[in-house]
């Protein structure tokens, strides 16, 4: 190449941007931590359970809220334990996905929720379970749920038992031993 050409070829070479420096965060920008903020402490969740542990309480089958029916009739109208199990994972399907409740159900521990809830209806329809969760007023407390909330909930666990070809004459026996506890699991 000619010796005069190369300024002039350098001359035409496209110049490279010079990197831009991010702007640095303002004050309102900078992600806030709430649950700093607020002195919000997360349990971890147990590795082998998958639960996040609660506060320590008294267990016993009083803590389910009522007295588990006599013989095994009740148990086999719901198909034994597989069937509770899939009736209580259902109604709690249906409870977190309903706009009218699923906001009582977020940052709750769904893991010990679905156990728990299986364990007290199995219980009380004497399908041979024991209820190793807390009681109704202790569990509920704070939550602010109302009639509205429970009729919701009653709706699904409802739906869940028909779906289930649970007979009515069986749905009405299990939903008279909850109907008891409204008090108990609403605040409103
Ligand atoms: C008769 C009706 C009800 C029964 C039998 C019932 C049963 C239970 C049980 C067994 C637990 C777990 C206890 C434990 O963790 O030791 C629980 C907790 C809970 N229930 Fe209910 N429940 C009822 C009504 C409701 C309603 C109406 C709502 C809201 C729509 C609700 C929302 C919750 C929530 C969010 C928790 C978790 C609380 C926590 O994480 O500390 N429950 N319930």
Redesign the pocket.
């Known amino acids: 190449m000619m010796p005069f050409l190369l300024p002039l070829l350098l001359a035409a070479a496209p110049l490279a941007e010079p990197p831009v420096a991010a702007p640095a965060p303002t004050e309102t920008e900078a992600p806030v931590d709430w649950d700093k903020e607020f002195g919000v402490v997360r349990k971890a969740r147990d590795p082998a359970t998958g639960e996040i542990p609660?506060d320590p309480?008294v267990q016993g089958d009083a803590?389910?809220?009522a007295h588990p029916f006599a013989g095994d009739g009740m148990a086999r109208a719901f198909g034994g334990q597989a069937g509770i199990r899939r009736i209580t994972d259902r109604t709690l399907d249906l409870?977190v996905a309903d706009p009218r409740?699923k906001a009582?159900?977020e940052e709750?521990?769904m893991v010990?929720?679905r156990r728990?809830?299986f364990?007290?209806?199995c219980f009380i329809l004497n399908a041979g379970c024991r209820?190793?969760?807390?009681d109704?007023k202790?569990?509920?407390k704070g939550?602010g749920?109302t009639r509205a909330?429970?009729n919701?909930?009653?709706e699904h666990l409802q739906q869940a038992m028909r779906e289930a070809h649970v007979s009515f004459p069986a749905q009405n026996r299990l939903l008279a031993k909850?109907?008891p506890?409204?008090r108990t699991?609403?605040e409103r």
């Open positions: 609660v309480y803590n389910a809220g409870s409740i009582i159900f709750h521990d010990r929720l728990t809830l364990e007290q209806v209820y190793s969760g807390r109704m202790v569990a509920h939550l749920t909330d429970l919701a909930l009653v909850l109907a506890m409204d699991v609403t």
